[in-house]
């Protein structure tokens, strides 16, 4: 593979996008109408670290971190990165960027919980495909296992292309082969994960981007995540490649639900592994929501439940995790994420209303 000269890194913000019951989201278009979202004024690009330039690997740091009322960025959390090597220089970078800061009703306000991709890439790389034959073969014999039902196989093959990989194609490739592999396992909620993050590589052409997140809808759909669904199909329709019309169909349907008076309920377990952006002890899992109202009560808990979270625009608060108990997103806290940490054999059942 033929390196340009040129190393280049590029930001890609990702705000959390919801739907709401009709009162929840009049209420919300009421207090969010007062609200202007942070704007950038600088965020510099991060130093490109020569060891990694000079072999041409590509990569990524993910960041969460909060922007202050006076625009300036603290409680900067690295999530994860493909190579260590990146870490440095993104964390420096954004220890400098400022903003001109939110506003709610015409008064600074502070925002947290604000993700970031900083993806590294190498200028003049080449054709935007994997980088090595090497690469390509281990997808083929991955791939070939996978459908042999051979999953210890696949495993090993998986372990192999992340060591080998080099270019944000590589890793786009490599989690969708780890994302197939996943729902073989039965882990469907690490599946969304992994295809989440195939969509996310900038170097990927917008068709395997589309494709990608068609195959999430789809997935989201069938496990009831409606609200992550509307979500991902918002990020379809940003792609320019129109959505199936089934989907569009869907996405009324789920409002129409979600506007309705009907109960809505779903029941999650907490097998997954915890990813990156959430911190877990050794043995715990988590769950994760995106709801479609404001409104929530566990109806359920069956086992330990260690935490549970609401990551909001606003703020992050601890909910109460007692059976029973009753969680009102206060729409001033702005689009709101549910974060379950438990026992891996623990089971829950939320109600909206």
Avoid at 100 to 122: K, S
Avoid at 161 to 174: S, V
Avoid at 262 to 280: G, K, L, Q, V, W
Wanted: one cysteine or more; hydrophobic letters at 40%.
């Amino acid at each position: 593979m033929r390196i340009g000269s040129t190393a280049f890194a590029i930001l890609l913000s990702l705000i959390p996008v919801s739907v709401y019951a009709a009162e929840d989201a009049a209420l919300l278009r009421r207090v969010m109408s007062d609200y202007s979202p942070p704007k950038a004024i600088d965020r510099t690009l991060p130093r490109y670290p020569d060891s990694m330039a000079r072999h041409g690997y590509e990569g990524w740091v993910m960041l969460r971190h909060t922007i202050r009322a006076d625009g300036s960025v603290t409680d900067l959390e690295v999530l994860e990165a493909s190579n260590g090597d990146f870490t440095d220089p993104a964390v420096e970078t954004a220890r400098q960027w400022r903003y001109e800061p939110a506003t709610l009703a015409g008064r600074p306000v502070e925002v947290q919980n604000q993700i970031t991709y900083l993806t590294f890439f190498i200028k003049n790389s080449g054709e935007r495909t994997v980088s090595s034959h090497a690469i390509r073969e281990g997808l083929k014999a991955g791939d070939e296992a996978l459908r042999g039902n051979r999953l210890d196989e696949t495993g090993r093959e998986i372990e192999k292309l992340y060591k080998a990989a080099r270019t944000l194609n590589d890793y786009a490739y490599i989690f969708q082969l780890d994302a197939d592999f996943h729902l073989a396992l039965g882990r469907p909620v690490d599946a969304l994960r992994l295809i989440d993050r195939a969509a996310s590589e900038t170097a990927v052409d917008k068709t395997f981007k589309a494709a990608r997140l068609q195959e999430k809808f789809r997935l989201e759909a069938r496990m009831g995540l409606y609200g992550d669904a509307v979500a991902t199909y918002e990020s379809l329709e940003q792609t320019g490649i129109p959505a199936p019309a089934a989907f569009t169909k869907a996405v009324a349907q789920m409002k129409a639900l979600a506007a309705s008076g009907d109960r809505m309920s779903i029941t999650m377990n907490f097998d997954a592994d915890c990813p990156e952006t959430i911190s877990c002890a050794e043995g715990a899992g988590y769950a994760s929501y995106l709801p479609m109202r404001r409104t929530l009560t566990l109806a359920r808990l069956d086992g330990p439940l260690i935490e549970v979270l609401a990551r909001c625009e606003m703020m992050t608060l601890e909910l109460d995790g007692t059976p029973g108990a009753v969680w009102f997103l206060d729409p001033a806290w702005g689009r709101c994420r549910v974060v379950m940490k438990g026992d891996r054999t623990t089971t829950v059942m939320l109600e909206e209303s």
